[in-house]
């Protein structure tokens, strides 16, 4: 005999999924641990672990780019490439590349936002993350100079002068502009050389 269809009970409504927010700290031990390696592409931001974009060939181009046109002298700043560095609470991030002052031992810590001389981002896909949350919390913790570089449209956007969690110079420089990072103007580069 066959049964007559019944209809299908209405489906519950899914319950929203809040993420689960974690101190920096915690993410340094994480870290420390061994619970986060050199693989696992994350950050901290706001207190939530998210996934870094993947980096193409482009983006390793710009970075080498700048690692050849801002290598300080050892005396005026430490080089940091794509390195951990505690901002805030609920802030630990990846920059892609930091100029930090010298004369410090990071062997026992990661850098605070009082080593850091300049920060650069390489952005593509990343680009709304470090317009957004990223820069409000350099800006917030005092990063004196943070450079965007904007693959897609190849111009350098600069940051400078922080005020709460925004800055109050942003410039965007492309071509044959040159730029100089506020605490070592000895160090130049033509922005054109990131792109082409």
């Known amino acids: 005999m066959v049964q007559p269809a019944t209809a299908e009970p209405p489906a519950a409504e899914e319950p929203a999924l809040i993420p689960w927010r974690i101190s920096s700290e915690r993410y340094i031990k994480m870290i420390a641990d061994g619970v986060i390696g050199p693989g696992d592409k994350i950050e901290l931001v706001n207190g939530i672990i998210v996934e870094m974009s993947p980096a193409d060939p482009e983006h390793h181009y710009i970075i080498t780019r700048l690692v050849r046109s801002l290598l300080p002298p050892p005396e005026s700043a430490e080089p940091l490439i794509q390195g951990t560095v505690r901002i805030s609470e609920g802030q630990v991030f990846d920059p892609d590349y930091v100029l930090l002052r010298p004369g410090i031992d990071f062997r026992t810590r990661h850098p605070g936002p009082e080593d850091l001389l300049l920060v650069v981002e390489s952005a593509k896909s990343s680009l709304a993350k470090d ?54 103007p000895q160090l130049s580069l033509r922005v054109g050389d990131l792109f082409e």
């Open 131 to 184: 317009r957004g949350p990223k820069l409000r919390a350099y800006a917030a913790a005092g990063v004196p100079d943070y450079w965007i570089a904007d693959v897609q449209r190849g111009v350098l956007i600069t940051h400078r002068e922080p005020r709460g969690d925004s800055y109050r110079i942003v410039e965007e420089r492309r071509g044959d502009d040159r730029v100089s990072p506020l605490r070592l």
